[in-house]
């Protein structure tokens, strides 16, 4: 099962800009390579990335077949209130990943 990694500030000051790190272990499948009977091994990638601060929609990309294995991403965020910064990252096959973190705004 992939493993999402995230660091995120767990503090920071009203209106300052803060950075997201994140990563997830997911050896990807681009569906071009053949298993050892020689049948193509389905394609299975991480195909779109979401972000959400306290419901809102704050940060979204469509990733493609030729995204690395264990795709690491950064992006910034302005802090605006508390509330949990939720990430989602969907993979081909309709599984969702996701990880929770709580930001307190002072």
């Excluded at 997911?26 to 049948?39: L, V």
């Excluded at 294995?69 to 309709?94: C, M, Q, R, V």
Aim: one cysteine or more; charged letters at 25%; a neutral charge.
């Amino acid at each position: 099962m992939p493993t999402p990694r995230v660091k995120i500030p767990a503090q920071a000051a009203k209106g300052e800009v803060f950075e997201v790190k994140t990563t997830i272990d997911h050896d990807m499948e681009s569906g071009q390579r053949k298993d050892s009977a020689g049948k193509p091994i389905p394609r299975k990638i991480i195909n779109k990335f979401v972000c959400t601060y306290n419901g809102k929609e704050v940060f979204k990309s469509d990733w493609a077949a030729a995204i690395s294995a264990n795709p690491y991403l950064s992006f910034f965020l302005t802090a605006t209130e508390s509330g949990p910064i939720e990430l989602k990252w969907h993979d081909d096959d309709g599984q969702v990943y996701s990880a929770s973190h709580a930001i307190t705004v002072a």
